[in-house]
């Protein structure tokens, strides 16, 4: 590594500005090297972060996952290279996903040198889980902010319900960096409105106001008052009008930090590309490295050495050690001697904090889980998820959620006594009230979950879109967010095909580690909130119907704790030797079970599979799933109101499909049911077929 005196005499302002122009010299080297990347927002917010980093936040950069931690979040995720270069200069440590310290740095200059490329710890956009310091998966436009907002809810939960008189276990803030695009995106303004209506004065956001985005300056398509916007949803709003102006900056951040009752958000008036002759304030300087002269120019313009290549002149890592460094390590010795003697004196409330950050349940935390009797009338999957939800609220202490206002008919509102609202001056309420407003809430969900509070989100099924760029996120940060969808299918009836998914469930089947479950009974809901709680590392949907549903009669019927496998075998042939397996989830399963039963007195040998879970039930040994769905059993049909996409895989080429292959329509559900084919007869009439097939296709 090569360390260069730069600029001397060295005074503390040499020094600052010493540590800013390496994060910028990093950013333009690390970009033009991997040929791909955003160079000029890094040149411009070097002196931003730099200030929040070395000067404002409490963060340890030997433990990254301290509780009590400032939280950091870079919601214009393409400036990956501000955080790669910050992290690299404080020497933060990697942990592990058992929370280990590796004793090894997140981010090596040799990662720095190799950005963009596989395996290394300096990716393309900000990667939670990938790279230890990062506090939010960011890239998609938006997500950043309105997770900031989760992040901000929990803090004030937590504080409520842990800090105790001369024990501030929790006061951390949130500083969340965003740029125009963040701004014009939807989710930010649902996030920025609930944000101020929750008064959440331990948010921060800084919007890098440079007037460009790729296709040049803002005038083409953004031309409003930003300033007065954040007013009126009660913001306290504040400017900067120069971006390398750490002082100013630095007050600003202090007023942040006294201001109460209500979130900040700075005006920080910058120039991308920032020192560079030919491309400073110009669209170019967004996303195409700056070349070889123009470096040259820009790095003489910072009274750099112009061909020196990522280069960490001395002086700068101690800078960081002295600032962040020491603050941040006597911020968390502080905390941790602070907690011991919390630990004495609350050992019940230290044992929450310490199995919530390791994202373990408490003892107990499914006891008085409801068993269903069987009942032909039965329950609604919302009816049941309702009465299970208020029993897991009160068992995990730190299990929280709620409603894009739909809570009574999603059936989400946790009615226990002490349950109470989430607002502004009641912060230890479980019940949160997101408002119309299903992006921000899918990204808050993300927000509450990284701050390791188990969280849950509800709208209907058909609103799942609103919100599935977070799902998505949810699943690639890895995170245990759970989301309650009801009106799965046409229940909904006279709603109309508006309010019918059918597309949905394809569509969060094919992302990758999100767990999708469509529960048949009040039971299987029972049991598959069983797995649910447990996963660590993965988000999980349900699809709940709005009508009753047959409670299946279990003594008759497979256990519903065949769930966690995904599949099962709910109702089979006699002697367990089916010629022909019907295969469905949610209310169709009751379907099935229905025409097996007139198979059966016809003496045709039908097996039922309850499958509520593609994903899971893929995750099986193939031995289990072959026992499930024998492979030389190819007559099957399988049954789902929902789009019949990727129902090949389990039926396979010759099988039979009873789904959706259009939108719905507005009727009463039993009409829909009819016009749709959901009736046991048509259910009959295709295993028959499939048996014929597959009898003629016999030798
Ligand atoms: C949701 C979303 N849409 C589009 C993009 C592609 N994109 C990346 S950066 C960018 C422009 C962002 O402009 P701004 O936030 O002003 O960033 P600046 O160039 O000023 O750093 C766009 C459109 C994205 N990352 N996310
Ligand atoms: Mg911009």
Not at 165 to 180: L, N, P, R, S
Not at 272 to 298: F, M, N, V, W
Not at 572 to 591: F, H, K, Y
Request: aromatic letters at 8%.
């Amino acid at each position: 590594m090569s360390t260069t005196q730069v600029a001397q005499p060295m005074t503390d302002a040499g020094v600052d500005q010493l540590c800013i122009n390496t994060i910028r010299t990093l950013s333009i080297d690390a970009v033009q090297q991997a040929k791909s990347g955003h160079p000029g927002t890094p040149m411009a917010l070097a002196p931003l972060v730099y200030t929040i980093w070395n000067r404002v936040m409490r963060f340890d950069p030997q433990d990254p996952i301290w509780p009590n931690r400032d939280r950091f979040v870079l919601s214009n995720g393409h400036a990956s290279m501000l955080l790669w270069s910050v992290l690299h200069l404080t020497k933060t440590q990697a942990v592990n996903a058992d929370y280990e310290r590796l004793g090894q740095p997140s981010v090596t200059l040799d990662d720095i040198r190799r950005f963009r490329q596989l395996d290394c710890k300096a990716p393309g956009h900000p990667e939670y889980h990938w790279v230890s310091g990062v506090e939010a998966t960011t890239g998609p436009l938006g997500q950043g902010v309105a997770t900031s907002v989760g992040m901000a809810i929990a803090q004030k939960w937590l504080a409520t319900r842990y800090n105790r008189a001369g024990f501030e276990m929790f006061d951390y803030k949130m500083y969340a960096v965003c740029g125009d695009g963040c701004m014009m995106e939807g989710i930010a303004s649902e996030a920025a409105s609930l944000a101020a209506h929750l008064g959440l004065d331990n948010l921060c956001w800084v919007y890098d106001n440079n007037h460009i985005t790729i296709e040049g300056n803002t005038r083409i398509a953004f031309t409003e008052d930003v300033a007065t916007r954040f007013l009126g949803y009660g913001w306290n709003v504040l400017r900067v009008g120069d971006a390398n102006d750490t002082d100013r900056i630095e007050h600003a951040l202090e007023v942040f930090r006294r201001t109460k009752g209500r979130p900040t958000f700075i005006i920080l008036d910058s120039h991308i590309g920032y020192g560079s002759p030919h491309k400073q304030d110009t669209a170019e300087a967004h996303g195409e490295p700056l070349g070889d002269e123009e470096i040259r120019l820009t790095k003489r313009s910072y009274g750099w050495p112009e061909n020196a290549k990522f280069l960490v002149p001395e002086g700068v890592y101690e800078h960081f050690a002295a600032g962040i460094g020491a603050r941040g390590a006597k911020a968390r010795q502080e905390w941790t001697k602070l907690f011991d003697a919390y630990r004495r004196t609350y050992p019940e409330l230290a044992a929450e904090i310490d199995q919530m950050q390791r994202r373990e349940l408490p003892a107990g935390w499914d006891r008085n889980l409801p068993v269903f009797p069987a009942d032909a009338k039965g329950m609604a999957g919302r009816e049941a998820s309702g009465k299970v939800l208020n029993v897991l609220a009160q068992n995990i202490r730190w299990f929280l959620g709620g409603s894009a206002d739909l809570g009574p008919s999603n059936k989400t509102l946790l009615t226990f006594e002490g349950a109470g609202d989430f607002q502004a001056d009641t912060p230890g309420g479980k019940n949160l009230h997101y408002g119309i407003r299903e992006h921000a809430m899918g990204a808050i969900v993300n927000g509450i979950s990284l701050s390791k509070l188990r969280a849950f989100g509800a709208t209907f099924f058909i609103f799942s879109d609103y919100l599935r760029p977070a799902i998505q996120l949810s699943a690639l940060m890895e995170l245990p967010a759970i989301f309650v969808f009801t009106h799965d299918a046409m229940g909904d009836g006279e709603d109309g095909p508006t309010h019918q998914p059918v597309e949905h469930l394809a569509s969060l089947r094919a992302i990758p580690g999100l767990v999708t479950l469509r529960p048949a009974d009040a039971n299987e809901v029972v049991e598959a909130y069983r797995c649910i709680m447990q996963l660590r590392h993965k988000p999980a949907v349900l699809a709940l119907s709005r009508q009753p549903l047959p409670t299946l009669d279990r003594s008759r019927y497979a256990a519903a704790s065949g769930v966690a496998h995904g599949a099962y075998v709910l109702a089979d042939a006699p002697g367990g030797n089916p010629e022909v397996i019907l295969i469905a989830s949610g209310s169709e399963v009751s379907l099935a079970v229905n025409a097996h039963e007139t198979l059966l007195a016809e003496g045709i040998r039908s097996r039922v599979v309850s499958m509520p879970s593609w994903d899971i039930f893929d995750h099986q040994t193939q031995e289990y799933q072959d026992s499930v769905l024998p492979p030389n059993v190819k007559a099957r049909v399988a049954v789902e109101q929902a789009s019949t996409f990727g129902w090949e895989r389990y039926v396979g080429t010759s099988g039979h499909v009873i789904g959706m292959k259009t939108f719905g329509a507005s009727a009463p559900l039993k009409e829909l049911q009819r016009k749709f084919g959901f009736e046991p007869d048509r259910v009959v009439a295709a295993a028959k077929e499939q048996l014929g097939r597959a009898a003629a296709d016999k030798p």
